[in-house]
């Protein structure tokens, strides 16, 4: 019963850094989502793929790139990681029309 | 971006009491969802309403789809300890690829 699975669970990077955040997902589905959550805030959507082969801007898109591998991963990257993107993120997937599961969140700090 | 205002932000109850919690938006949705989050894990769905005026009940839990399409509230009824965490409700405006939006969240206390 994997669901959506993200890899790290923690990371601490220093400004100017990179990073690719995992996502993955068993449920055959077709869309995927990467969310920030920042404290007090509900979940802001950074991009989405809403089928293999297709990626497009969310609400937060800046200073973050996104890659559908295939249709059980999409990846996130931060190329020159900034004290601004601290934050939980998280990975969703869906099928078509239908609710969202997430992931357990990756825990990000940027010194 | 577009705003839901859920409210409200905080509730501390007594074990077995009734709570409500509800989100407005100046937009109208096509769906309402209700998600639950518990500390270090990712938010849980608990019920999805999508017809205008659906009332949709999940054990303790009942949500509606208000009819103005553009509000939606959860209740939940005798509340038990592992009531405790975040809930959500997020929303999905008709031709937006499946984009939520979502409120900023209810943290509930449940206190013995």
């Known amino acids: 019963n994997a669901g959506v699975t993200q890899t790290p669970k923690f990371q601490v990077l220093k400004t100017g850094q990179s990073m690719t955040l995992q996502c993955a997902q068993d449920?055959?589905?077709?869309?995927m989502y990467w969310y920030r959550q920042d404290p007090g805030m509900g979940l802001r959507l950074i991009y989405y793929s809403a089928s293999e082969g297709t990626t497009d801007k969310g609400e937060v898109p800046n200073g973050y790139n996104v890659s559908r591998l295939n249709k059980r991963e999409f990846s996130l990257r931060l190329e020159s990681a900034a004290p601004s993107q601290t934050s939980v993120y998280f990975c969703a997937s869906s099928p078509i029309n239908q609710p969202q599961h997430f992931g357990d969140g990756t825990r990000l700090s940027i010194l | 971006g577009q705003q839901l205002n859920q409210s409200p932000q905080s509730m501390f109850i007594q074990e077995g009491e009734d709570v409500s919690m509800n989100c407005t938006s100046s937009s109208i949705f096509n769906t309402w969802l209700w998600y639950k989050q518990d500390p270090g894990e990712g938010p849980v769905l608990l019920i999805a309403l999508y017809k205008a005026g659906e009332l949709t009940s999940n054990g303790r839990l009942t949500a509606q789809f208000g009819i103005t399409r553009k509000d939606s509230f959860l209740n939940i009824s005798a509340s038990i300890p592992s009531d405790v965490g975040i809930y959500f409700c997020a929303g999905q405006m008709s031709g937006s690829a499946r984009q939520l939006t979502f409120g900023s969240g209810t943290q509930l206390t449940v206190l013995p």
């Open positions: 449920m055959n589905h077709n869309s």
